[in-house]
C-alpha cells in the first residue's frame, strides 16, 4: 500500500506536522510527504499547456507527486486553518492539479486511471470553520480520483492544547489508519 501525504504546515515540527507524524507511524506500506512549504513546486502558470496537453510543462518536482499519485492507493491532505481556508502554500501545490481538472473537463480524459481513498486532517486554533477548507480539500482529493473520503479529522483550539494531546483527533487518526487498511 502507497500513501501520499500533502503537509501544508509552516511549521517543522507544528500541530500539523506532529499529527502527520503520528500516522505516519500507525499506516502500512509506503508513504512520500509532499511538504508545501519546502518543496520545489511552482504555482499554475495558467500557460493553458494542459488544456491540449497530457501534463503540466513545468518540470519541477511536481512530476515526481504526478507518478506517486498514479501508484498510489491513498491520499491525505492535511493543514493549519489559515482563515477558515488551507494554506497558501498547500494551494500553490493543489493549483497543479489543474492539469487533471483539463484532462477530465477539455479533453474528455481520465488522468488518474486507479480509484484511490483520502483523509482529510485540519488544525486550528482560531474559530472552528473548517466547512470551507474541507470542501477544498475534496475538491483537490476528487481530482486525484479519491471518491471515498474518510470525514475530516480536525484538531481544534491548538493555541491552548497542542493537537497530540487531542484524543479525538488521535482516535481520528485511528480511524483513518482502518479506513485506509480495509
Known sequence: MKTLIFNGSPRIDGDTSSLIKKITEKISGEYKVVDAYRCDISPCVDCRYCWKNNGCPINDEMQDVYKYIQECDNIVIASPLYFSELTGKLLDVGS???????????????????????????????????????????????????????????????????????????????????????
Open 96 to 182: 497543479r492539479l489543474q492539469t487533471y481538472f483539463c484532462a477530465r473537463f477539455f479533453r474528455k480524459e481520465e488522468p488518474v486511471m486507479k480509484s484511490k481513498k483520502g483523509a482529510v486532517i485540519l488544525v486550528g486554533g482560531g474559530d472552528g470553520h473548517m466547512d470551507t477548507a474541507y470542501s477544498t480539500a475534496c475538491t483537490l482529493l476528487h481530482h486525484m480520483n479519491c471518491h471515498n473520503i474518510h470525514e475530516v479529522v480536525y484538531s481544534h483550539n491548538t493555541n491552548e492544547r497542542p493537537s497530540t494531546d487531542d484524543m479525538n483527533a488521535l482516535m481520528g487518526l485511528d480511524r483513518i489508519t482502518y479506513f485506509f487498511a480495509y
